[in-house]
């Protein structure tokens, strides 16, 4: 039998419940660790760094070499990621490879967001692969071992935990398996997790090809759909091109696009050596149960939908930060299963809306009909105003997310703002108190009014002040509060507006049960 080796190296995870077992080696050929995730893309990765912040031993499997991707896929990062990844300290990385520009649109009009009141109001344009690039060093200076060039090939469940099979015949044994596998997610699939929702009414496809006559450059509209035709960085031409039929699926090839083009322009402009083409539709499913067991499914894997409005790749690195603390907890026993339904019962609406918007905006798009212009025109005006602007912006860049966690002040369930603090007398943007994934309470009052002790492995308390406004997007100027428990994720879970009424409630429900 091979002797299954990650490719990166592992970290210490002898410390703290839920962690490693020292004598494990990492040359052992079934190994055990807390929770495996099946798939090294964006998702993936962002879930692995969250559960080593959390010191949980964690290992990814991936039937990749490397993160070189075949094909463009996400563009970019919109203001949300870039908060999130702020706030573990590493956004950065991203900001000083990409271009900074007002990404967010809905139906390809533009929404500019540079009024919101975030640190970050734009969204960055880097590659795909640049970002999972990126990722995955951050990945591996937290040493989680990623077992590469391996297939999860399937698992079996027990009352005791989980055995995923790789290709070669291997086996992991884990308490938790997470499916950060893609759209045909085979973890979604064997889990026996249903897939609901639409099948597609347009074919896209997507390629890097060289031309030999001029193209016709720019976008198009027409009864097909919409098309476009723009210059790669290398003087290639990237071709997007609505398909004329839906017959046609599985891998693509050249004659697949020439036929596309020449539907829509009468030519294929004496298109040659095409260095990728792919084809992607206006799909749009969503897993109708984001855990089953000891499964759990987080990004494509969970939810695919048109790629308009560039919210997928976002989604997913949103629905790895949900996720990574609420598993950390369980699996060190601090929590309870029930902590992990918060996952499906705040990320599943997230995504349920994402797809709604993608839809409304592929009505919008797809044809050049006349009345659908006027449509366009019409949504187009609507989003010029200023209030319909900043809603749909903070929607389109994930800013406006709100978890129901109950009635009470605007902040509950909201992000917690990255505001300027004083604490100790020094300056210190919030963000930066967020870098451990730890849970904070925030103290804004009298200095030493909670009694935090029984949860003091889990929480930290900060004596903080801030002068300026509290404001938020879509919700404006809300009422400074006294104190606010905000959760590793950056939500507000607990805030104080008069009393400590609910303080040791909010802390057990997301924190545990108090240490004896
Ligand atoms: C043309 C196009 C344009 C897009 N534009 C945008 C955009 O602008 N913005 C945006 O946010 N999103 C965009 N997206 C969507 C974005 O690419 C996806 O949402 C994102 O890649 C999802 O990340 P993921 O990690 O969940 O899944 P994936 O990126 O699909 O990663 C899944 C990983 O799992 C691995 N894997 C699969 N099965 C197994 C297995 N059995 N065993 C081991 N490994 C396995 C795969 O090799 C892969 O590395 C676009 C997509 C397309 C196609």
Not at 160 to 187: K, P
Not at 332 to 357: C, F, I, M, Q, W
């Amino acid at each position: 039998m091979p002797v299954l080796l990650p490719t990166s190296r592992t970290r210490d995870h002898s410390k703290g419940p839920g962690a490693r077992r020292a004598q494990d080696h990492v040359q052992d050929r079934v190994k055990d660790h807390a929770v495996v995730i099946a798939g090294a893309g964006p998702t993936g990765l962002m879930l692995a760094a969250e559960l080593a912040l959390a010191n949980v031993d964690v290992a990814v499997v991936e039937r990749r070499a490397d993160q070189e991707l075949v094909g463009t896929r996400a563009g970019g990062l919109h203001a949300r990621s870039i908060e999130i990844l702020d706030q573990r300290g590493v956004a950065d990385r991203f900001l000083r490879e990409g271009q900074v520009t007002q990404l967010a649109g809905f139906a390809w009009t533009r929404l500019d967001i540079s009024d919101l009141p975030t640190r970050h109001a734009y969204g960055l344009v880097l590659r795909q692969s640049h970002i999972e690039r990126i990722l995955a060093d951050w990945v591996s200076e937290l040493a989680v071992p990623i077992y590469r060039n391996r297939e999860m090939t399937g698992f079996a469940q027990d009352e005791t935990g989980i055995d995923v099979t790789l290709s070669g015949g291997e086996t992991l044994r884990a308490n938790y398996l997470v499916g950060c596998d893609g759209g045909r997610s085979l973890v979604r699939k064997a889990a026996g997790i249903d897939f609901a929702g639409s099948d597609p009414t347009l074919s896209n496809l997507m390629a890097e090809v060289e031309m030999r006559e001029e193209p016709a450059w720019g976008l198009r509209h027409d009864a097909l759909g919409f098309h476009g035709l723009s210059k790669t960085e290398s003087g290639r031409v990237l071709v997007v091109v609505t398909e004329a039929t839906l017959d046609r699926t599985g891998a693509p090839g050249p004659r697949d696009l020439s036929d596309a083009l020449v539907a829509v322009y009468g030519t294929d402009f004496g298109l040659q050596n095409p260095s990728w083409i792919s084809r992607f539709t206006d799909a749009a499913r969503q897993a109708v149960s984001y855990r089953k067991r000891r499964v759990l499914l987080a990004g494509d894997a969970a939810h695919i939908h048109h790629s308009v409005g560039g919210q997928g790749l976002n989604t997913g690195v949103q629905d790895a930060v949900n996720l990574g603390w609420k598993l950390a907890q369980v699996v060190k026993g601090l929590s309870p299963e029930t902590l992990l339904d918060t996952y499906h019962a705040e990320r599943h609406p997230v995504a349920a809306r994402t797809l709604r918007n993608t839809m409304a905006q592929i009505a919008l798009l797809r044809r050049g009909e006349d009345g659908l212009k006027a449509a366009r025109e019409i949504v187009s005006e609507l989003l010029g105003m200023d209030e319909p602007r900043k809603r749909f912006g903070a929607m389109m860049s994930g800013l406006d997310v709100h978890y129901d966690l109950g009635q009470g002040h605007a902040l509950l369930g909201r992000r917690m703002p990255d505001l300027d603090l004083t604490v100790e007398g020094r300056p210190l943007r919030l963000f930066t108190l967020l870098r451990g994934a730890r849970g904070l309470l925030f103290n804004f009052g009298d200095k030493n009014s909670f009694d935090t002790a029984p949860w003091v492995d889990r929480i930290k308390t900060v004596d903080v002040e801030h002068d300026g406004a509290w404001e938020l997007p879509t919700v404006g100027q809300v009422a400074a509060p006294s104190a606010v428990l905000v959760r590793p994720d950056g939500h507000v879970a607990w805030v104080r507006d008069q009393g400590h009424d609910g303080l040791a409630d909010a802390l057990t429900r997301w924190f545990g049960a108090p240490a004896a």
